[in-house]
């Protein structure tokens, strides 16, 4: 059955490059996925997969980090232009985009496998060599671009789907296919927990593409990811003209500017590694005016959840503390949130058997896990998952890029979206078989 | 004669009010009074006055504050359209709005008068009973905003220009009739000064409109003005990913931290009042990379040049020294300079004497000079006409006011307009008669 | 009868001069003036006053800055070894130094003189050329020395009860002659108001040896002195060791460093000058080890009452938040307060009046006022007898000296302790008449 | 023969714990160690050995954090009339007070051993229960006290020294067993490297006696060590009347504050852990005066010595920085170095196949490492024999302590006593045999 799966997903490469292109071309941020929601709906429908959109399994009041309400408008609008499905259209516009196709097949396990969607806030290289751009399938909305291979997840995805609706009779259990949107800036895992969707899931896993450093197809499983919490911080004070009665002012920079330092001086931990970072301050209204508003953009890290934990309480306490010092008043507002990655040994170990015995064409590694480096939310999911019982891990799918992810540049070599489907498919077909 | 420009004024009123309203409605903020230096210009030629524009009366270098090409051509484009008189246009363009009338009469002393004519960057008040909303002449330029009364000025100028052109024959000296663009943020009068435009002016006095606390007419000068400094300072870092290698960053907002702290805290000076305002802050693209940029408007204050001059040196230390404690590099630009003002004791008696034999039946204060409370630049003008030899006083004219100077709902009773031209054009024939 | 008061000075100026070396040879610090109170409460008993000592005249709890115990206890026993007089002895050990003359001639108003009498922490001058050294008189007690006068003005003090005595038949009313501990650091004043002693007191006034700047034999008040609060913040953490585990200290120094940086940075204000200071921090127990403790000597000064309740209280805001900011706790302790000085206009006019009149060799200023430049706890006597419906000045006694007040080298022309009692005895006879 | 050094150090057991209780008795602080170094060298006398003090092994320039001249002084007369031996007390005075005993059989390799020997600045636990002060052998040093086992090793080094030149005519080679001052603070190690006397050598290992946290009777090496840097800096400002004149000042507190805040603020690095700390702080002289110094004792560390250099060129950068930003002078004084650990794997495994072949009896870990925690300067002496082609390890010897190191409570079992000696002999009869 193996030998199958690996021709089907060869088979069907030229179609999943073709999917990758278009949600490539069609890039959408971060609650805004409208038309990528839409096509992969009505793909998995085709399929012949049970669809479950938006409210359906997402909690509306745990998503994170949304944008405002035109940017919501406009999105939708540009999403029905360019052909979303009215069907699903209007039951994913405002932030709902989480899309799941279901396949129950009498008694068995409950496997979910998770795709993320959504693309950064870039503008794409327009240089030439740019391979996306030489082949016409750069993105042609300006400051959205999948600089981070959420658009071969969700190609890999789709053709997952495909290939395991084609063995179905084979399948006994349940099978969920998840793709989630919000990834970045760790922001959408959350809301899809929080609705219950994966409360009876066995086993979960997901994929990421990644550079290959060395020779290896792939990982099982990553570790040393960051948990972390983002916080947007804003201090309102009172404004005055700064040479008339500055003492009447409650003046929000100096707030924020306390509270930028003394975030950066939380003492270092012993148990590990831990982060902070204000991204982005934008304060005031003009030089002769003593500034009434101070929005700060901030994320804590940990390389366990215990040591985010010690970051974000330290770090809250620092922010209110600033708001008394000068006599502001603070809005602390969480904006996203993921765990540190803990993938279960033996599923990892279950998967390498897997690809020792059933696809020795993969070169793999001496070790099941390696480092993530950045943060992810699908470690949201996991924990979700080991809490309800079942077993989870987060592999890396190695392959050749053209620049770091989240670079304007970034590009992947295609090959991936061959061995992607059919690892995932082989994982999930093991499973239920 | 007095009786004779008390009636002019008089007689023009309804004229100054129109071309008041005309300013109002067509507001440019500093550096871009395109179209209204135009009109101004196309007037004074009108009235028989030796026409003087741009370069032939400005430093070009010694201009503070520029706004960038885009905005200059935007809003060339704009004055264009609205009809500025092409005759003028080239001259005036990027930002080389200064106009002055010029009458020469034999011997006798050169006399300036200065007006002001920017607007602000603010959006006017577009609630019902708003008095130029109601009438018709609210600006019509969004973001620009006479909230301060140079569109007063400009027209009570028009108007003291017209007067003295109808007494001509009974003038001996020279009348510098002067038009200064962006005052607001003390960026223009430098570039007058250093021209040399002033070089032989024996006395030189200009009016402000301000509410009206009491029952007088005018003030014979200012006092407690602060001289004052604006920097723009912008730190240059390194960015890098927060998580990833954060100690491959230069944290430009860690710099800009400390200095927004540290320039609160510069010792107190026994010497008299002191002040410093970071008014804005800006930085960093994104919650997850330190920041690689940070830019502040900053401003100090004394109320002497002196007080000034300690500040600003203190404030320069702190800002180079938060560079290297966080390895960035600062640029630091001047926008602005004003001196404190020092009008002097005789001039304004002077005019209190003029003003209690040929006016009785203005309302005239006990003291001569009430104070400003923020910073103008015509002490640039006071101080450069002082050190030359010459004169210098800033009057008060006093009028009902609806709203604070600098609100969006700023207005003033326009019988200013009367009272202004008539007290201007008395001083100036008194000193050249 | 002024003529007498004028001879009797001039007869007692050799024994006001001895008095006077005796204080500074045996100079004892604020709270501590066991053996000068003992001293000066003997003298006045001599001479036929009441003498009211310690608790009589002092409300215990009032007092601000008290030294350790073991100090109370050295000094007492020193004090013991020198002489000090066994009947007041005990009545004034432990802080509790303040003493009174009083004398009652039936009905009149009641007349309040107050002289200061302690000294400061300082090591003398012992270089060649310092007067007190080479006549053998400067301060035995190392660490301790009348750097700032308050050893002329108890002997002033002393010599004027005396010339008072000798008149008392001509008077009528109260006289009540105050010697105040502790004025260094503001400390003193209070308990002596607190006490109750001063709520009949129609009159009080006092005086200062200043340097003379002119040719001025004295001044009728002093103003533009600062309100003040002093404060001492000690923040308590826990310490750890500062490699092993950072995380489970609290470090009470990065809360103090961000007190001290912020303090400094409360908003100046447009009503008027303030101050504030850190004047010395002591922290930590080892370098390696993260500190525990904290302590900061703090002040806080305003122009004004009301300025210097401004700072205050921004000042408790900012001390308070920087505990919180890093989860230490704070103590603040108030070590000392004095108002800001407010002569009455007409009892300096009445001195000014008498003066002209009764003493015209006296070389007088045009002005009555001349400023005080840092602040005295005089002004919480003047503050309290005017609410009660009294009058108040602090006048400038003007004399030579060799070093600014507060220097290890200062001392005065003795010459003063001639015009002093006479000028103090004149106003009281002047009042009680 | 292991049997028969097993035997000597058991047979000399009771003569260890006397001679450890005669220098825990006779504690003496780092450069400071004259009774002991005295005591040291004597004995090393009679054993035999070439002995060499002071200068002859020790670069004077290269000590860091000496004590001042006065310290010294006392120290030497103390230690005099406690009995040091004449011939060695002047060699070590003023801080001279390293001891090495040299012992030369022909050719073979240069081994050489490290003890430390010096005491902390602890007042000794004086409750019932604390074994010394119950066996009578607690501190007459009032703040000097052995908490860190450095008395155990000194005398652990003289038992070793005995037990080798027993076997002596077995051995070939040369043998240099030293006894290192001032390691508390990292700062004695330097001056033995620069002198040149470890030049030669082949093998270089100690040992510290640590608390048994498990069965093991010792570990091969210690990892995880900090390499550290320990700066004094000084801020030199300008004192001024805080009220009078702030402007006048130059605040060195103001300087201090930033400092320490901003130390706590360098980036973390993702190479590993770092550490900063600033321990002490003590400024000013007076509550109203502007501080005119400030004075901070400060550590920077890091898990490798590129990460200690990371975080020492940052501080640097800051510490410069401060001073510059209020105008202060700042000066650095470099008191202590070490660092990270870095034990050969090889020479390790050659140890515990010694333990396993000749000390059967001993309990073995199964790793080689265990982590130090702390930082100790042996890591000087093992980067400085490994740069020159030689080995070393830094042992751990376990055994029951009371209270953790460094702690006025602090206690071992003398067992560890019989036990040390063994290994550290058997060791160097295995390398010179």
Request: proline share 4%; glycine share 8%.
């Amino acid at each position: 059955m193996y030998k199958q799966i690996k021709d089907l997903a060869f088979k069907y490469h030229q179609d999943t490059i073709k999917q990758r292109r278009d949600f490539h071309h069609y890039a959408e941020r971060g609650w805004l996925e409208i038309r990528t929601a839409c096509q992969i709906a009505t793909t998995l429908e085709e399929l012949g997969y049970g669809v479950l959109v938006g409210k359906e399994i997402m909690d509306k009041d745990a998503r994170m980090g949304l944008p405002p309400e035109t940017i919501f408008n406009l999105n939708y609008l540009r999403a029905k232009k360019e052909g979303a499905n009215p069907k699903y259209l209007e039951k994913v516009k405002n932030g709902m985009t989480a899309v799941a196709g279901v396949l129950k097949k009498g008694d068995g396990p409950v496997v979910a496998i998770r795709f993320d969607i959504d693309a950064l806030g870039l503008v794409e290289d327009s240089t030439d060599g740019h391979y996306p751009l030489q082949e016409g399938f750069s993105s042609c909305h300006l400051g959205a671009m999948h600089a981070c291979g959420h658009d071969g997840h969700a190609s890999i995805g789709l053709t997952t789907a495909r290939i395991l609706m084609e063995l179905s009779e084979h399948l006994h259990g349940t099978l969920k296919i998840i793709f989630q949107p919000a990834e970045e800036g760790v922001r959408g895992a959350k809301s899809i927990c929080e609705s219950g969707f994966l409360d009876d899931v066995d086993y979960i896993y997901a994929a990421h593409i990644m550079p290959r450093d060395d020779d290896y197809d792939l990982y099982f499983g990553m570790n040393e990811s960051f948990a972390t919490t983002k916080l947007d911080v804003i201090y309102h004070g009172v404004s005055t003209h700064a040479a008339e009665s500055p003492q009447f002012g409650k003046n929000a920079l100096l707030s924020a500017a306390n509270c930028i330092i003394n975030l950066h001086s939380i003492p270092r931990n012993s148990d590990g590694q831990t982060r902070v970072n204000v991204g982005t301050v934008h304060a005031g209204t003009g030089r002769n005016v003593v500034p009434d508003t101070a929005k700060l953009e901030i994320e804590v890290r940990g390389v366990t959840s215990e040591l985010n934990r010690y970051m974000e309480i330290y770090a809250r306490d620092i922010i209110n503390a600033c708001a008394l010092m000068h006599d502001t008043v603070v809005e602390i507002k969480q904006m996203g949130k993921a765990f540190a990655l803990n993938c279960d040994e033996d599923f990892m170990n279950q998967i390498r058997t897997l690809c020792q015995k059933e696809m020795p064409d993969l070169k793999l590694p001496p070790e099941n896990l390696s480092p993530l480096g950045g943060s992810d939310d699908f470690s949201y999911m996991m924990e979700y998952v080991q809490v309800h019982g079942g077993k989870a891990t987060y592999m890396k799918l190695l392959t050749d890029i053209t620049a770091s992810p989240h670079n304007t540049s970034f590009d992947f070599n295609e090959e991936v979206l061959n061995k992607g489907p059919r690892i995932m498919a082989a994982i999930a077909y093991s499973l239920l078989k």
